[in-house]
């Protein structure tokens, strides 16, 4: 035995320990028969078991009172603090269990296409430093796709723009503020310019995202408040494609900055309004999982960097 652990416990109470959950039955139930039945135990193991806890202290815990038995002046004193042990020991079995739980997970995620380039895997690979046993499952489309998804289960996670406000039935939590930007192809008369109104770009055809993505609710929101109607040219199911049409000529759009330089697209400050959109994740309060629990930790933790573009890569 480990010597610190030989220190912890005197002979006494490792000889008590496991004595003690007959005692606590017996002391709860006032009777050897049924603290035997709820035990699952003979009933002579469960009286020599309480008899053995008396011998240990040198004093009984319990005496004989009619039909039944009752507790000792003794048995009293040592019943809260043999419940609080028995109650620590369930606790430490619990966590290890939850432990192993968490460690043989899967979690499920679905996300908002846009955030698949940089944010979802960004996410995923600074989970998996501490937890590198979790299983992901994931899928990616428009965002009224991945809220569905949550709300029928088939989702432990949402992650996705435009959570607030957010209908009964579902946690969220915002994780940073993403800008956006106008961009143009390279020839266009707004291209030289360092900023523009949403009204001047109207003035050209827009290229958008087809309903149900949650940047295409975000850009009809910007030129409702701004007043104006644009003209769709083209509706795209990624931003690749989107920035590809912009670049071929064929309109101009509102997206997040791109990562990288894309060829023949210049990159405008929207101005009157400035145009951003949230991005958080969304899950049920119901989802017991040890998994997503501590996925959420994670999140709270704050570790998206939205300083640079599609919220970065999470910072410890």
Excluded: Y
């Amino acid at each position: 035995m480990d010597a610190a652990l030989g220190d912890a416990l005197d002979e006494e109470t490792r000889r008590l320990l496991p004595l003690l959950p007959a005692f606590v039955a017996v002391a709860e139930v006032e009777q050897v028969t049924l603290a035997a039945a709820m035990l699952r135990a003979p009933q002579p193991t469960v009286s020599r078991a309480v008899a053995r806890v008396g011998e240990v202290l040198g004093v009984p815990v319990v005496e004989r009172h009619g039909r039944g038995i009752r507790l000792t002046d003794a048995g009293r004193a040592l019943l809260p603090h043999a419940r609080q042990a028995l109650a620590a020991l369930g606790a430490g079995v619990d966590a290890v269990r939850s432990r192993e739980a968490l460690a043989r997970g899967t979690l499920s995620v679905a996300f908002q296409t846009s955030l698949g380039e940089s944010v979802v895997p960004a996410l995923i690979k600074e989970f998996l430093a501490d937890h590198p046993a979790v299983r992901f499952t994931m899928t990616q489309g428009a965002r009224r796709s991945c809220l569905d998804a949550l709300d029928a289960g088939e989702a432990d996670i949402a992650l996705v723009s435009r959570l607030v406000p957010s209908p009964a039935g579902r946690e969220i939590l915002t994780l940073f503020q993403e800008p956006l930007v106008l961009i143009v192809p390279a020839g266009h008369e707004l291209a030289p310019r360092p900023g523009a109104t949403l009204r001047e770009a109207t003035r050209s055809t827009f290229i958008t995202l087809k309903h149900g993505f949650g940047l295409r609710g975000t850009v009809d929101a910007l030129c409702a408040a701004a007043g104006v109607r644009p003209t769709i040219g083209f509706e795209g199911e990624d931003l690749h494609t989107v920035r590809g049409l912009v670049a071929a000529g064929l309109g101009v759009s509102v997206l997040p900055p791109a990562r990288h330089p894309v060829h023949d697209v210049v990159e405008i400050r929207l101005d009157e309004p400035v145009p951003s959109r949230d991005i958080g994740a969304a899950w049920s309060p119901h989802n017991t999982s040890p998994t997503l629990a501590a996925f959420v930790e994670m999140l709270r933790a704050g570790v998206v960097d939205s300083s640079t573009p599609d919220g970065g890569a999470p910072v410890r």
